[in-house]
């Protein structure tokens, strides 16, 4: 159940003929039968513009974000960073004996924020995060690939952890409880949860996959490399329709809410605050809006990854890489999840987007393009 009022395109000077074409693209996979489920929702000005649903579901259901989730989490640190609790040069292990070791002893919050750690493939499995004994078992055990803060590679994951883990020791909570006290309460985003409650999960689309996966042959004819394998496989995946790893909250891939409300989330990063309360600071927010990782490149595309504080920012002309629309502004920034998770708002025209999808098209292609079609659409939505 949607708790926020629609004030509809017009309201919000949007061209309703364009909202139309939209939605036509968004609900075009559930139409042809690929996926069982889709929900989108566009805001502007702190209001929704609009918000449906298609498919097996409704406007009470609740989707996983993945690492649409890593943009939340990173926010919760924005906080601490405000607040003076914590400083972005900071060695982890001064907050984190633990996690000093095998060369880890140099990393900063910093490099946890922006990919650039040196350990992208680190192990831990959701459930440890409930053993603290096992937990800093895990930080010690990890190795480091590479220098830190010589390279991008994406974190899916391990990063994440070690930024919760600052979260409850420098914020005296536990993360799930930081984040729904100090982000989603203040922003009546109730329906948005790290650490889903267990009488919510009967509303949940269950996550599932779609579609045939390209073969060596057809990555080849497109001229397009085959994405690295990481940890985000399809059990992993799937592991998210388990309640106990709903509950406990992973902090780079287990956020769940629906369309209306990440949205919503979205302005109050562009405004610092919303339904009366001021969360984050305008220095706050411009200086996590400011790509921090310089020329780095994404290994897979060879682009600039345009990183900021937990966030992806729009960059160049080539942003569509980073899973923005072409129309989108240099100054977008958002953070879009497996899958085809689509989040991003725009401080050019005050548009924010949120997808969301249930199942995962094993074409990582058409889902790439898919994301960027909605996205043009989304990102051209005046007159």
């Known amino acids: 159940m949607n708790n926020h009022p629609i004030a509809g395109p017009q309201a919000l000077n949007l061209n309703e003929e364009k909202v139309e074409r939209l939605l036509a693209r968004v609900r075009q996979e559930v139409d042809e039968g690929l996926l069982p489920a889709v929900q989108v929702a566009v805001a502007k000005d702190g209001r929704l513009a609009l918000f449906e649903t ?3 579901a409704t406007g009470e259901s609740l989707f996983c974000l993945f690492s649409a989730t890593k943009a939340i989490t990173s926010s919760a640190i924005w906080i601490l960073l405000q607040e003076d ?11 984190i004996p633990a996690f000093g070791s095998n060369g880890k002893d140099v990393v900063t919050v910093e490099q946890l924020l922006t990919h650039t750690a040196g350990f992208p493939d680190a192990p831990f499995r959701s459930l440890d995060w409930l053993d603290p004994g096992r937990r800093y078992e895990r930080f010690d055990q990890w190795r480091l690939a590479w220098e830190p803060g010589s390279r991008y590679v994406y974190h ?16 005296g909570l536990a993360f799930q409880q930081f984040i729904r006290d100090r982000i989603c309460v203040p922003l009546g985003l109730t329906d948005l949860y790290v650490g889903l409650p267990a009488d919510q999960n009967h509303r949940v689309v269950p996550c599932s996959h779609a ?14 490399p085959r994405p690295p394998v990481t940890e985000v496989t399809e059990e992993a995946i799937l592991s998210f329709n388990d309640p106990d790893i709903r509950a406990v909250g992973v902090p780079g891939g287990g956020g769940i809410t629906n369309a209306a ?9 562009l405004s610092g605050g ?9 220095g706050t927010l411009a200086d996590a809006r400011r790509v921090r990782t310089g020329e780095m490149v994404d290994p897979v595309f060879g682009k600039p990854v345009s990183r900021g504080l937990g966030i992806v920012i729009a960059g160049d002309e080539t942003r569509n890489y980073r899973g923005f629309g072409h129309g989108n502004s240099p100054l977008a920034f958002g953070h879009n999840g497996a899958g085809g998770q689509l989040a991003w708002v725009d401080p050019a025209s005050g548009i924010s987007l949120a997808y969301l999808t249930s199942a995962h098209d094993r074409n990582e292609v058409r889902q790439g393009r898919r ?7 989304a990102a051209d939505l005046t007159d």
Request: hydrophobic share 40%.
């Open 85 to 95: 609790r914590l400083a972005l040069d900071e060695r982890v292990v001064d907050i």
């Open 261 to 269: 409300e990440l949205a919503l989330y979205y302005q109050a990063l």
């Open 274 to 282: 919303g339904n009366g309360a001021e969360i984050w600071l305008p």
């Open 211 to 224: 579609g045939e996966p390209l073969t060596d042959a057809d990555y080849e004819a497109m001229g397009v």
């Open 371 to 377: 994301g960027v079609s909605i996205g043009n659409r």
């Open 54 to 56: 298609y498919g097996d």
């Open 156 to 171: 899916p994951t391990s990063t994440m952890w070690v930024l919760a883990e600052i979260l409850e020791r420098r914020g």
